[in-house]
């Protein structure tokens, strides 16, 4: 039976309930026309988080044109070498989640000394705005970076390193980079010069409007480095200097934390 | 010691400093320097660690400065804390860090995260 409300009426009633999964699952039975604005809600943030998340999304969703990928605007992967090995193996999913404007990707505990890659996940959305990388030292900072600038419309950056970070000269620096005219915020339990110099290095320069930075004491020389480059731009800061008996508490219970939970052999 | 020296940053708005015990003087030495005529609040997140006894006289350092912001450019300072715990400890750790500013009721506890 046709219903007797107009389209975007029916639109705005669920949009309503954005923030009640229950109810909005409930929507989803009512009729198929219901299903599409639902869906928009359902999945707008996901986070792939083991294995078998994305097998269940494969399963759940087995035609890429129907699923709702394209709806998802926020996506998190944690475990990414994890999540990225069975990705390629189930036909390379996490592409379909080209329309997001937020990602938070978090490799940090992996690698074993080898180099951990981004290029699966490059320019994975045109669209994204904000991006949060967690690492440690299996990914060097022109990596990061290379990865950074994959995304043009980028204007909040995120980056949270436990580990020292690495860094490989020669990098390649690309000819555009995002405009990263928002956010800034740097965690950086090993210091954060190597991330200074990169984003000293990006061509289309640096327009941000709120710093946050976490760093060693050490580290003032470079913040102000970083900080000149915004200096016309800048209008809010913040600064937390760590304390060097803390930093190696935090990263030893992380280690543990991380060791505990992740398993290489099942991988 | 070094510090950031806040004087070429014209737009600054909102500063916000993570203060551990001995930092206090730093981030006292790099207000000073904030000369921003936009500068419209001035926040320090409480420190994790319990304030020794010679830090005291560093935290009246900060309680002048501060006064001075609130009676030149009426910025009212912010006391930032974690959670509710550390707001309650805080009640009795403020009046001795920054006498000046609490027996004038110009400071206000803020939960900062």
Redesign the interface.
Known sequence: MPSPLPPEILDLIVDFLHDEPDALKACCLVSKSWVYRTREHLFAHVEFTLKSHIKLWKEKFPEPSNSPARRTRSLSIRRFPVVTFVDMGVGGWIRTFSGIVRLHVDIRGFGGGRKISLVPLYGLSPTLRFLRLDYGSSAPTSEIFSFVCSFPLLEDLALVSLGGNSEVDGWNVPSTSPKLTGCLDLRMLGGIRPVVRRLSELPSGLRFSKI?V?CL?ED??S??GL??KC???????????Y?VGAVFLSAFVVGQYLSATFEPSRA | MPFLDLSKFTKLKDVVFGCTGPDIRRTTMTLQTAESINLEKITIRSPRKPILESAYREWQDLDRLLLQFWTSRSIRPRIGYKDREEGRELRYLVPRMLPELTSRGIVDLVEYN
Request: hydrophobic content about 45%; aromatic content about 10%; proline content about 0%.
């Open positions: 946050s976490a004491k003032v020389e913040m102000m900080m000149s200096s016309d731009t800048l209008e809010s800061l913040s600064i937390y200097y304390i």
